[in-house]
């Protein structure tokens, strides 16, 4: 029969030992902020620090930060409590966080990442009384007051109330009257809250507490161009005219000019900016994309190759929209040329893609899916952009058989995946497979419950062949709640009216999105609704423009020959 093994005291250190040992290994631990000094830790205090290091070294950050919030509460240590407040951070564990960071802050009254930290995740929860005194507390700090206020505006952004955002935010800056940030800041909530007159009059003592400070100036400008763009221009220019080196206005002027179509000033404000920092990467990469945005080809290619010249620290970019700039030049070998330099790197894949789109026109549709087809080294996701894309360059071929093979297979490949998913059903529609359509369509609804465009699309199915109507409607309005300002589903839903009769709500619906998108398939709809209610002359209209502006869709003609439209 074997010996029972008795215990050997030698065989574990003694607590003096363990007690140094822990100093090498957190020496952190020991911070001189703590309230409370641990002078020789015991083997169970040790054991439980030993097990969160190794839990949160293994990313089980929620058994760390209990393990540390423990030893925290006993030992009344700082630094422990911080440590509970990172590992709930990445747990992304509140119920935990809230806790360590309340005790962090406690213990280290004087410390502005504890006072960040609670503020943040008590604003996160909502709990806007506990928030005010941390954020008060890093607001007290005069190194950090300005950008702070410069930032709250951002940090309280999830709060739905508005209006208590604009009185919080009035509280922290009642304390410091006489700096610009506090009232700019003030400004910014009262935007959110909708109480122009406010926001108008923080932003004047804004300006006036720091004469020639820009952010005021843009924001009095955008109210300006709302009104009249023109007013605008006249307000920056005005504002240059005493504060010449305000670059950043310059910047907003050149695009308050470039949407006016006003080219020729919006190049005089272009060549002042490089004339003052040539040397600069970013401000020729700015100007460039600017005349990019504007056409301005020659201008474009000039500042964004300079900036090459200069040391530009991401060329990858640069090479992409040198590459867009041939494409729109109708240069595809220049244009390919500048794509093919992106080797590697987060846009790789888009340089892929868009030489293939640039191969299909001029070497046919199966030579751009060959080379997409030799990009390899792709996750599973990208993978599903490359098939996505090769269905588009199908589809665009009429080639729409091929289109749907090509993503039913890989659906089949790559289940799950429901961007993938949502083209198959678009592809299974064209061909007039509709119960296929509708069982994807619910599935990726299912996977994907945020995508706006599965519920319109499947809504929009069901109200273009005049069915379920009742359910189409309550899928676009669906639709609408996640994303509503999309021009499409604003269509989707006046359609859906239309089916049902309501033709004052199609037609302010199909107006709004008309306004937004001169898009033909809203302009047959709008002009068929239109045509509804007698109003012939202005359906005639609508399908006139849409037909000059799009000579070659099916979609304008045939609702003229079905509505009886000559055009």
């Known amino acids: 029969m074997p010996q029972t093994r008795r215990a050997n005291p030698q065989r574990f250190p003694s607590r003096r030992v363990l007690a140094l040992w822990f100093a090498m290994l957190t020496p952190t631990a020991w911070a001189a902020n703590n309230t409370a000094t641990i002078t020789e830790p015991t083997a ?28 925290a509460k006993q030992t009344r240590n700082a630094s422990l409590a911080e440590r509970a407040t990172q590992a709930a951070s990445l747990a992304r564990t509140p119920q935990l966080a809230l806790p360590s960071a309340a005790l962090w802050s406690e213990l280290a009254p004087d410390s502005m990442p504890a006072a960040e930290a609670a503020s943040q995740l008590f604003i996160a929860a909502g709990d806007l009384n506990k928030a005010i005194p941390q954020m008060q507390k890093v607001l007290a700090n005069e190194k950090v007051r300005a950008n702070a206020f410069m930032e709250i505006n951002a940090l309280l952004a999830r709060i739905e109330n508005k209006a208590l955002v604009l009185q919080t935010v009035q509280t922290l800056a009642k304390p410091y009257p006489a700096l610009a940030e506090a009232h700019f800041a003030i400004a910014q909530s009262a935007f959110f809250a909708q109480n122009r007159p406010l926001m108008e009059s923080e932003l004047l003592t804004a300006s006036k507490l720091r004469p020639g400070w820009e952010p005021p100036a843009q924001i009095r400008g955008q109210i300006l161009a709302e009104k009249d763009p023109a007013q605008a221009v006249t307000f920056y220019r005005d504002f240059l005219k005493t504060y010449p080196d305000a670059d950043q206005i310059r910047l907003v002027l050149a695009r308050t000019l470039i949407s006016q179509k006003n080219i020729p000033e919006a190049k005089v404000e272009f060549t002042k900016l490089v004339d ?292």
């Open 276 to 567: 003052k920092h040539q040397n600069n990467p970013e401000m020729n990469v700015i100007v460039g994309l600017l005349a990019l945005d504007a056409k301005e080809y020659a201008f474009a290619d000039r500042y964004l190759q300079h900036a090459l010249d200069v040391g530009f620290k991401e060329p990858s970019k640069l090479y992409f929209n040198l590459g867009r700039s041939a494409a729109e030049q109708q240069d595809v070998t220049r244009a390919l040329n500048w794509y093919d330099k992106i080797a590697d790197g987060e846009l790789f894949l888009a340089a892929r893609l868009a030489a293939a789109g640039l191969i299909a026109k001029r070497d046919g549709v199966d030579a751009a899916i060959t080379l997409l087809d030799q990009v390899d080294g792709l996750t599973i996701e990208q993978q599903a952009m490359v098939i996505q894309n090769e269905a588009l360059l199908l589809n665009q071929a009429k080639r729409t058989p091929e289109a749907f093979a090509l993503l039913e297979k890989a659906v089949q490949n790559m289940p799950n995946q429901p961007d993938l998913m949502y083209d198959l059903a678009l592809s299974a529609e064209r061909l007039g497979k509709y119960p296929l359509m509708e069982e994807t369509l619910n599935q990726v609804i299912k996977l994907k419950p945020e995508s706006a465009a599965a519920y319109n699309a499947l809504g929009y199915s069901y109200a273009d062949r005049n069915i379920k109507l009742v359910e189409a409607k309550n899928l676009i309005e669906t639709a609408t709640k996640l994303s509503p300002e999309d021009h499409y589903i604003m269509d989707s839903l006046g359609w859906v009216y239309y089916r049902l009769g309501n033709l004052p709500q199609a037609t302010e619906q199909l107006r709004r999105a008309y306004a937004i998108q001169q898009d033909p398939e809203i302009a047959a709809h709008l002009a068929e609704v239109l045509w509804k209610q007698g109003q012939l002359q202005e359906a005639k209209q609508v399908l006139v423009l849409a037909l000059k502006a799009n000579p070659d869709n099916e979609l304008i003609a045939s609702t003229a020959q079905k509505l009886n439209i000559a055009l």
């Open 44 to 71: 169970e205090f040790v054991y439980k620090y030993l097990l969160g290091e190794v839990a949160a070294q293994r990313g089980e950050y929620v058994l760390a930060g209990q393990l540390f919030l423990d030893l």
